[in-house]
């Protein structure tokens, strides 16, 4: 499985909590061919003939990080009430259409974009972009709708967020590390202004996003640009796109020294440690340039049993039972670069449940890379796995479309998704260390520890 992005794109309302690297084909570049409508809708056909399949995909370029104040979870909320009522439709019955026709659906909201999918047979197409356009402008809400559903998402964080101690961990950590950029407010909401969301907020939500000129139409597999162009004026064509202002958010200041919180839950089976680093991504930060070796140094120090930091702690020191980490290059603005490490269940030494032993030993590895590199050897390795990986993805429609989608509204161009392969094979030992000296410094740093306790409590500190 890939550890790339495409843990990011999962269930319905994945809420894309951490993602993986940037992912692209390799080469030769995956054929691809792109249009606009009159409307402005993009249009990204993405060829494939092996099978008589399609995967239909709408993405619209907005998420939770641009939601209103006060409206957490907005976007997520949305996402769900899409498959409610339109003029023609009354709830529940986008889904049986789906499966009546032998498809299968889904739905997915992220910080910087909202995708609704289909898979089916290729002649169901014309079907499915009937469905999608009903609703991108056809969309009915009632109050009914607006209280179901608000339990839903409730309920929702109540199993996902609130009922995970690492979970809520996570979450006041991404607080403290984007304390003024919208990055630094979980996806699905705080459960108090989640409580709030009203027909109104979504309302207006849906009147400013879903148009044709904020959405980007993906069809992958076994059809040709033709045909694609047809149906989509036929279907997308006729609904009027209006333009929308350009993306701004709110961006976080210079961080000014280590920020650190900890939480102990009656919950917790197993303490653990984690960190996150400040870092830019493909499309956005003053050092985005270090992107492709950001993903290489993540694949020499955290990618699997072979890496450093697994060799160091679990096989060597043995102070970890599983250590590990991941890059979030693809985002819209800077994102961020985790760590994290688990020490052995039954751990006496090296201060409270071995945490402080752990983190010695990470930094002792990161400082190393930092101070001496890494040499040839580890970066052949970790780019031709990092290429290999890009380039099974070819095999799923549905992967290439998530590629293609995540990318264009993240701020990448197709040529920059298809020059990706070139960008990492261009990867130095030197690069490495630079992107390592750059990023592993404490001023970046957010380090959260999971301990076990009798009586939940947290408690933080930064500068």
Not at 153 to 178: N, T, W, Y
Not at 253 to 274: F, N
Not at 401 to 420: C, N
Not at 440 to 457: C, D, H, K, W
Request: hydrophobic share 40%.
């Amino acid at each position: 499985m890939l550890r790339k992005f495409f843990w990011m794109i999962v269930a319905c309302a994945s809420l894309l909590p951490v993602s993986g690297a940037f992912a692209a084909p390799a080469h030769p570049p995956f054929p691809v061919e792109s249009f606009f409508l009159d409307n402005g809708m993009q249009v990204v056909v993405l060829p494939d003939h092996r099978a008589a399949i399609v995967t239909h995909m709408v993405w619209y370029r907005v998420g939770a990080a641009d939601e209103p104040a006060g409206q957490s979870g907005v976007a997520h909320f949305l996402e769900h009430l899409l498959f409610k009522r339109t003029e023609k439709l009354n709830p529940g019955d986008f889904a049986k259409i789906v499966a009546r026709n032998g498809g299968r659906h889904n739905a997915f909201t992220g910080q910087d974009y909202t995708g609704y999918y289909q898979t089916v047979a290729k002649d169901r197409l014309p079907l499915m972009m009937a469905l999608e356009a009903d609703r991108m402008a056809n969309l009915r809400l009632e109050d009914e709708d607006i209280k179901a559903e608000r339990d839903v998402i409730l309920e929702e964080r109540s199993m996902r967020v609130d009922g995970r101690p690492s979970s809520l961990l996570s979450e006041e950590m991404d607080a403290l590390l984007f304390r003024a950029h919208p990055y630094g407010i979980p996806v699905i909401g705080w459960r108090h202004e989640m409580e709030a969301l009203s027909l109104q907020d979504s309302w207006a939500f849906y009147k400013k996003y879903y148009n044709p000129a904020n959405a980007i139409l993906i069809i992958a597999g076994d059809v040709t640009t033709a045909q694609v162009r047809d149906l989509a004026e036929k279907y997308y064509g006729p609904i009027a796109g209006t333009a929308l202002p350009k993306r701004a958010r709110v961006q976080e200041p210079p961080m000014r020294g280590p920020r650190r919180v900890e939480l102990a839950d009656s919950r917790v089976k197993q303490p653990s440690w984690r960190r996150f680093y400040a870092t830019p991504s493909y499309s956005a930060g003053q050092d985005k340039e270090l992107a492709p070796a950001l993903d290489v140094l993540m694949d020499i120090i955290a990618g699997g049993t072979t890496s450093r930091l697994y060799r160091h702690l679990v096989v060597d020191q043995k102070v970890a039972v599983s250590v590990g980490g991941w890059y979030q290059g693809w985002s819209f603005d800077p994102a961020k670069l985790a760590l994290y490490a688990t020490p052995p269940k039954a751990m006496e030494k090296g201060g409270e449940h071995g945490l402080d032993l752990v983190e010695t030993q990470i930094d002792l590895v990161l400082n190393d890379v930092k101070q001496n590199g890494v040499t040839e050897d580890e970066v052949r390795r970790a780019v031709n796995k990092l290429v290999a990986e890009a380039t099974y993805a070819r095999d799923s429609i549905d992967s290439m479309a998530q590629i293609f989608g995540r990318g264009l509204t993240t701020g990448l161009s197709i040529a920059d998704i298809q020059g990706w392969t070139a960008r990492i094979e261009a990867v130095t030992p030197a690069d490495v260390q630079r992107a390592a000296q750059r990023i592993f410094q404490p001023e970046r740093s957010v380090t959260g520890l999971l301990l076990q306790s009798a009586n939940p409590a947290m408690k933080g500190e930064q500068p």
